[in-house]
């Protein structure tokens, strides 16, 4: 990945961290890595576990961030869950995965239980 993607990346993972704090949510964690892959934001509110996956682009010419996160990226990301969940020792009944839209200004369009 070259580095101004890794800065778009980062840009918009830092807007969705800062929209979700805005909306009373706490950012448990950022960037969680194992070998199988990466959880971009895992916040928490009220109880409720949000795994946010964050989806930065320029334009739409290849469509949206959303449309990225295709039933096999869904899939990886739920087994991440649980593999985080494990890790961390944390418990909830109530989970939610979402997807965070960010274009190149930052601006967010969220998409709560998104899968």
Known sequence: MTAKRQRLGRSGEDAAARFYRSHGYQVLDRNWRVKEGELDLICERGGEIVFVEVKTRTSTRFGTGAEAVT???QRRIRGLALQWLRA????????????????????IKPYKNAF
């Open 71 to 73: 039933p096999a990226k």
């Open 88 to 107: 961390s020792g944390r418990r909830s009944s109530r989970l939610r995965f979402d997807v965070i839209d960010v274009d190149a200004q930052n601006r």
